[in-house]
Structures are given as structure tokens and as C-alpha cells.
């Protein structure tokens, strides 16, 4: 039910006030200089609390981003994986202290975007300004609050970051080892005083597993596996490894053939008394042993430059896609859930494609 009121001002001229009762709802009031906004309001907000929407935007002028944050903070990054919870925790002090002030409300697309450009121009403290793939990532934080604060809180009625402009990322990164290459690499590897550096190396450049995937491997399943860590277990006589958490959350099965699995079969005849990881660290067994200093040696030995181990994967994908697998197949292996990260192989199937589509030409016009 509404009612409107007519006033006299003092000035001459006239306004009118309006009330909207509902029952199990807070009066709503307002008032306007003219009679159809206040008939337009009425209807608005009379609909709007009906459909549950008029109290969002009420909840919106009572809560700060600050809020926000901190119930964010306290009640959704707990059940993060640390790293996470890090950069996170890091990426949204940021935002605290640039808009931590404003009401819900006045957290607005363009006072994001305002942001956004501000962070994008200023220097951090190594002299450097911040990159598109961080800007990225400070805004996909902020975007993680409003989520909650719209979806589950009810403090807000939509995400205003789904109005944002995200950073334009470059191509991803595409280093993989010639023949050469690996060659030299592999040796090295196989002459290094760590004797873990040339299987963890071999499963890594043959299967397309991730570092800590390779790091995670146990002989089997064990009775308290890591809670923030990708693990699996290795299967010598199925001739395979089952990942059972993965960066992506899946179950993902990886074939052992060739020299990858002569290495596993090696390594399961001088297995470490006290633990069943596949690469245990002589100082703690329960945990992964290290391996940056052997690899950064090995490389250098090798004189290979700009090479990282995460870029085994992209060599395994590399070869895959030059041997001819489909970029369906290359991400059924690296165990990506689209097709999307594995585009940047394309160029490397040339061939592969051109065999197809000169099979669909022969097939349709002889």
C-alpha cells in the first residue's frame, strides 16, 4: 500500500512525499518534485520488493567494500590452498586501501575501472610497472568478493566487475627444447650427482605432467594425502599413473610408455625405507625432494637459456602437436578442460591440418 502526501515549501513550491508499506517489510520513503516520479517510484519499489531486489540495493548503502573484504577474508579464503590464499590476501589489501571506504553502492564499473587504470600506470616498489597478467589478477580478486557479496550475501544485486574491461594478456608462453636441445638436456640430467633429476625430467618431458605432479607421486595411495598439493599414485604393472588432484580439480589417468616407464620400473627397485613418495627428499622422506639447484646446474651445463621446467610441459605439447595429435587429444593429455589453452600448439600441427583438409577435398571433389 502507498500513500502521497502534498507539500507546500516554504519557497512556493510544491513536492510530494511517499510512503510504501508493505507488510512484513521496513517503510520505504521518498520525495520528488513531481507527481508521476513519485507515481513511477512507487511502482518500481513496489515490484522490486516483491521480487526480493529493493532491500539488495538497501543492504549495498550499508556495507563498505571493507566489509566485504573482510568477511571474505574470514569466511571464504580459510578453505583456500595457501599460495592461493597468499596472493589473494596480498591482491585484496590493494583493494582495501583503494576503495575500502566506499559503500557497496558506490563500487561502480567506472570507479573499478578508475582503479584498474590508476594501478596499470603506477610503479611498484622494484621500479617496474605492474603487468597486464597482474592487473588481471588483482581484478579477478576483487571480482571473487562481489561474487560472494552478490550471490551468496545478498548485499549487492549483480557483480559490477562483469562491466569491467579486463587487461589484454599476451600469447601464451611457447618454449619447447629442439632436438638438440634435448639432447644435451638429458644427458646432463642423466650425469647429475641427484640421481632424481633424470626420471622426475623423463616423466615430466614424456607425459606432459606439471612439476608438482611429478613431485606428488606416490607408489601408493596414501593414508593421509596432501590437502594443497597435486598427488597421484604410479601403477608400474598398468603401465600408467592416476592423478587424483590435479591443478584443475580432476582425476586424470597418464600413460608410462618408453623411457618414462624404464625410469619408474628403475626407480621402484630402490624405493626409500619410510616413505612411499616415488621422488622423497633426503632430508624429510615426507616430503618431495628439491630439485631447482641440479636443474638450474644441468641447464647451465647444457647451455640452454630461458628455459624453465614448467616448459617440459609445453615441449611435450609441442611434440605431440607436431606428430599429429589433434588439439583435443594434446588437451586430453595435459588434462586442460578446454581447448582454449591449447591453442597456441596450432601452428605446430601445419601439417597434420593440411593432411585433413586435403582428405575432406579428395573425398568430396575426387
Not at 36 to 60: C, L, P, V
Not at 172 to 197: A, M
Not at 233 to 253: F, P, Q
Amino acid at each position: 500500500m502507498a500513500s502521497i502526501e502534498k507539500r507546500e515549501n516554504g519557497d512556493g513550491t510544491t513536492s510530494y512525499r511517499v510512503k510504501v508499506r508493505l507488510k512484513g517489510y521496513p517503510v520505504q520513503t521518498a520525495t520528488f518534485e513531481r507527481l508521476t516520479d513519485a507515481k513511477k517510484w512507487i511502482a518500481a519499489t513496489e515490484s522490486a520488493i516483491r521480487e526480493g531486489r529493493h532491500f539488495k540495493t538497501a543492504e549495498a548503502k550499508r556495507h563498505t567494500l571493507g566489509d566485504a573484504i573482510d568477511r571474505y577474508t574470514r569466511d571464504v579464503l580459510p578453505s583456500h590452498k595457501p599460495k592461493e590464499r597468499a596472493k589473494k590476501t596480498t591482491n585484496l589489501a590493494y583493494w582495501r586501501n583503494e576503495l575500502g571506504h566506499s559503500l557497496l553502492a558506490d563500487v561502480t564499473p567506472s570507479a573499478i575501472a578508475a582503479a584498474r587504470d590508476k594501478m596499470a600506470s603506477e610503479m611498484t616498489h622494484r621500479g617496474k610497472l605492474r603487468s597486464p597478467a597482474t592487473v588481471a589478477s588483482y581484478l579477478l580478486s576483487l571480482s571473487a568478493v562481489l561474487s560472494a557479496a552478490s550471490k551468496e550475501w545478498g548485499w549487492i544485486e549483480t557483480n559490477p566487475m562483469s562491466r569491467v574491461r579486463k587487461p589484454p594478456l599476451p600469447g601464451g608462453r611457447v618454449r619447447f627444447l629442439s632436438d638438440d636441445e634435448r639432447l644435451r638436456l638429458l644427458s646432463e640430467c642423466r650425469s647429475s650427482r641427484t640421481t632424481e633429476l633424470y626420471p622426475a625430467v623423463m616423466l615430466a618431458l614424456s607425459t606432459g605432467m606439471r612439476k608438482g605432479e611429478v613431485m606428488g607421486l606416490y607408489w601408493r595411495e596414501p593414508r593421509n594425502p596432501p590437502k594443497y598439493r597435486a598427488w597421484g599414485v604410479v601403477d608400474v604393472d598398468g603401465r600408467r599413473i592416476v592423478l587424483h588432484a590435479t591443478k584443475n580439480g580432476e582425476r586424470r589417468v597418464v600413460p608410462l610408455v618408453g623411457p618414462a616407464l624404464d625410469c619408474v620400473k628403475s626407480l621402484s627397485k630402490v624405493r626409500r625405507l619410510g616413505s612411499d613418495l616415488v621422488f622423497p627428499s633426503r632430508v624429510d622422506s615426507s616430503e618431495p625432494v628439491d630439485l631447482r639447484t641440479p636443474w638450474e646446474n644441468a641447464l647451465k651445463r647444457a647451455g640452454i637459456e630461458d628455459f624453465r621446467f614448467h616448459d617440459l610441459r609445453h615441449s611435450a605439447a609441442s611434440y605431440l602437436a607436431m606428430n599429429g595429435a589433434t588439439l583435443a587429444e594434446i588437451a586430453e593429455v595435459l588434462g586442460h578442460k578446454t581447448l582454449a589453452m591449447v591453442k597456441r600448439y596450432s601452428h605446430l600441427s601445419d601439417a597434420h591440418v593440411s593432411s585433413v583438409v586435403e582428405r575432406m577435398n579428395k573425398k568430396i571433389f575426387g
